[in-house]
T-cell receptor
């Protein structure tokens, strides 16, 4: 149980185009989903938190107009990188949690590697 | 604010050696503590967790004890295997933010040789 999938697992796009990444909780309802960005050999940086049916809450320094997050259902959240540039190339990881409370763990997707040419 | 400090890696061990990866934290209130493992090219997997002081989390031979007095959550394994080679992240979560977000350490790479 507690499986989170991401699609695609990797994507290469041209500069200026937009890319959508999907995050799905396969066997539970995800009240909250999180999006992280990970640079090579570094830790995860939380980009935003989204609750189903609500607007996402972005961390300081993350451009909400560039990284559009939609959490339309309890099993799906999407991250759209708009007008992507080479500096947006990174490993994007989503996680999901069923219910609130700090003791409930987040379950992570396998990640999506984005390369912008 | 919250923070998690892990020992810098890489940690290089021979198979069957004893492993310790240190983790200390700073947090308000009573956080929950986690260890996650990331294998090359993959996302994070929850390895173990502890939700209150003196709790011991354990899984796949790994264990860690929540020590409130020393604000630590060190990861240990008695005999490592080559397949344990990965990056290990210590993390905490509390209610202070209102969203119970995770704060991660920088990760410690473990390399186990045959």
């Amino acid at each position: 149980g507690a499986v989170v999938s991401q699609h695609p697992s990797w994507v290469i796009c041209k500069s200026g185009t937009s890319v959508k990444i999907e995050c799905r909780s396969l066997d539970f309802q995800a009240t909250t989903m999180f999006w992280y960005r990970q640079f090579p050999k570094q830790s995860l940086m939380l980009m935003a938190t989204s609750n189903e049916g609500s607007k996402a809450t972005y961390e300081q320094g993350v451009e909400k107009d560039k990284f559009l997050i939609n959490h339309a259902s309890l099993t799906l959240s999407t991250l759209t990188v708009t007008s992507a540039h080479p500096e947006d190339s990174s490993f994007y990881i989503c996680s999901a949690r069923d219910g609130s409370g700090g003791s409930r763990p987040q379950f992570f997707g396998p990640g999506t590697r984005l390369t912008v040419l | 604010g919250n923070s998690v400090t892990q020992m810098e890696g890489p940690v290089t061990l021979s198979e069957e050696a004893f492993l310790t990866i240190n983790c200390t934290y700073t947090a308000t209130g009573y956080p929950s503590l986690f260890w996650y493992v990331q294998y090359p090219g993959e996302g994070l997997q929850l390895l173990l967790k502890a939700t209150k002081a003196d709790d011991k989390g354990s899984n796949k031979g790994f264990e860690a004890t929540y020590r409130k007095e020393t604000t630590s959550f060190h990861l240990e394994k008695g005999s490592v295997q080559v397949s344990d080679s990965a990056v290990y992240f210590c993390a905490l979560s509390d209610q202070a933010s209102g969203y119970s977000t995770l704060t991660f350490g920088k990760g410690t790479m473990l390399l186990v040789s045959p």
